[in-house]
């Protein structure tokens, strides 16, 4: 199985989990999806692949349902309780990242086997780390935001796609571009080149799962769940 064919595959069921946390356990159920999704998205983010002929990263597929998940939020229950979702995702990174860094100080016994494996996933790069995490927390307010405001301009179901894409892909845009420059700093004053091939292909990707997640909003919108 090509991996185009599999990364198609893996971010339908991404937002099949989404939807069915909701259908579950409502409102709560996407907040608990936030924060594993931040942890995740953290995580996978180590591994590259080959997609589309470039080399990316895999969280992005995981990252994005963040921004489906705020916009369901956002949609059915107000701007105040999507960007307290954004901090509680917020604080769920934070957390992770500073009880990671403390059980890595320990030293592991002779017959450990995890230890290598964890430092090579939770050893952060402090770019990488800064640049997340600002990327996170700005991008996913500015999303809030511009919801908002589009579903006062822009209200009703037939106008829902226009609420969930545009936010979506502007916020999407603002994260590249803040993780990018922080992340990436050292391409971006050696070579521009490389640095812009990292950013065209990151947000081209997360542009693609931006547009992929606009039918499971609407089957979202149809579930009533408090």
Excluded: C
Excluded at 49 to 72: K, M, Q, S
Excluded at 144 to 172: D, E, H
């Amino acid at each position: 199985m090509s991996n185009e064919v599999l990364w198609l595959i893996f971010a339908l069921v991404n937002f099949l989990l989404v939807i069915f946390i909701y259908r579950i356990f409502g409102k709560n159920g996407l907040i608990v999806w936030i924060g594993m999704s931040t942890v995740l998205a953290n995580m996978q983010v180590l591994k590259t692949v080959e997609l589309f002929g470039v080399t990316a990263t895999l969280g992005n597929i995981v990252y994005g349902t963040i921004f489906l998940a705020t916009d369901i939020i956002n949609e059915k229950y107000g701007k105040e309780e999507a960007r307290k979702a954004v901090w509680l995702g917020f604080y769920t990174l934070i957390t992770m990242t500073i009880v990671m860094q403390f059980a890595l100080l320990f030293q592991p016994h002779e017959s450990d086997v995890a230890h290598e494996a964890l430092s090579d996933i939770f050893s952060l790069v402090p770019q990488v780390a800064v640049g997340s995490l600002l990327a996170y927390i700005i991008s996913q307010n500015i999303d809030v935001v511009i919801f908002a405001k589009l579903k006062s301009k822009f209200a009703g179901t037939k106008f829902l796609w226009i609420r969930n894409n545009l936010s979506t892909m502007i916020s999407q845009l603002i994260d590249t571009t803040i993780f990018s420059v922080i992340a990436f700093w050292h391409f971006l004053t050696t070579d521009m080149s490389v640095w812009l091939s990292i950013f065209l292909s990151t947000y081209v990707i997360k542009f693609l799962v931006s547009a992929l997640d606009t039918p499971f909003m609407y089957m979202a919108k149809k579930i009533h769940k408090s």
